[in-house]
T-cell receptor, first 112, second 114 residues
Framework: GDSVTQMEGPVTLSEEAFLTINCTYT??????LFWYVQYPGEGLQLLLK?????DKGSNKGFEATYRKETTSFHLEKGSVQVSDSAVYFC???????????FGKGTHLIIQP | DSGVTQTPKHLITATGQRVTLRCSPR?????VYWYQQSLDQGLQFLIQ???????AKGNILERFSAQQFPDLHSELNLSSLELGDSALYFC?????????????FGSGTRLTVV
C-alpha cells in the first residue's frame, strides 16, 4: 500500500551544520508532497510543499525537491540553528484526493 | 494562530471516564481530520469528516466516536478511557479541489488518563 518512509531519529547536529532528512514514498499516481514541522508543545505546521515532479519547495532556508525517478523528497538546509530543533514529518497526498499520509517523523536536535 | 481551534488544551481524567474534545476548523474548510499522537505510536489518523459526513476511517477504536456538526465544528468522543489513551489529540482541516493546500493543524488537546 501507499506509504512514506523517513529516516529515523533522533538526528543530532551542531549549529551551522548541513542538514538532510531523507524521505521516500510509495504511491500510485502523481502525489503532492509536503514537509510539516512540529515544534515542542505545538501542532504541526506546513513547512514546504511540491505538487509535481522536479518542483522545489522552499521556506525558512529549508528546501526539498520532488524527485519522481527516485520517489524521494529529501529535506535540506545549509546551516541549521538551535531554533530548528523540532520533529519533521514528510507527507504526501494522492492525486485528486485530499487525505495526507504521514511518515513517522524525524526528531531533529541542534546543539549550540 | 493557525485558524484551527481546539479545546480544551489539557484534560486530566480517570480511567473508565468519557471525554469530548472539540475542534473548530479554519474558516472555509469543509474537511476535518482527527489524529492521535503518542510517543510509541507516532501520528495515527483516526477519522475524517467532510461537510458533516464521515469520509474516511483510520485506526479509531470502537470506544471512540466523532461527528461534524452543521456549523462544521467537530467533536471527538472518547469513552471507557484507559491509561493507554493518554496522548495528544490533533484536529486538522483542509479545503478541497483547487483550494487544497494540505492540512492546517490545531495546537492539540493533551489528554492524561490517570
Amino acid at each position: 500500500g501507499d506509504s512514506v518512509t523517513q529516516m529515523e531519529g533522533p538526528v543530532t547536529l551542531s549549529e551551522e551544520a548541513f542538514l538532510t532528512i531523507n524521505c521516500t514514498y510509495t504511491a500510485t499516481g502523481y502525489p503532492s508532497l509536503f514537509w510539516y514541522v512540529q515544534y515542542p508543545g505545538e501542532g504541526l505546521q506546513l513547512l514546504l510543499k511540491a505538487t509535481k515532479a522536479d518542483d522545489k519547495g522552499s521556506n525558512k532556508g529549508f528546501e526539498a525537491t520532488y524527485r519522481k525517478e527516485t520517489t524521494s523528497f529529501h529535506l535540506e538546509k545549509g546551516s541549521v540553528q538551535v531554533s530548528d530543533s523540532a520533529v519533521y514529518f514528510c507527507a504526501y497526498s494522492g492525486g485528486g484526493a485530499d487525505g495526507l499520509t504521514f511518515g513517522k517523523g524525524t526528531h531533529l536536535i541542534i546543539q549550540p | 494562530d493557525s485558524g484551527v481551534t481546539q479545546t480544551p488544551k489539557h484534560l486530566i481524567t480517570a480511567t473508565g471516564q468519557r471525554v469530548t474534545l472539540r475542534c473548530s476548523p479554519r474558516s472555509g474548510d469543509l474537511s476535518v481530520y482527527w489524529y492521535q499522537q503518542s510517543l510509541d505510536q507516532g501520528l495515527q489518523f483516526l477519522i475524517q469528516y467532510y461537510n458533516g459526513e464521515e469520509r474516511a476511517k483510520g485506526n479509531i477504536l470502537e470506544r471512540f466516536s466523532a461527528q461534524q456538526f452543521p456549523d462544521l465544528h467537530s467533536e471527538l468522543n472518547l469513552s471507557s478511557l484507559e491509561l493507554g489513551d493518554s496522548a495528544l489529540y490533533f484536529c486538522a482541516s483542509s479545503a478541497r479541489g483547487e483550494k487544497y493546500n494540505g492540512y492546517t493543524f490545531g495546537s492539540g488537546t493533551r489528554l492524561t488518563v490517570v
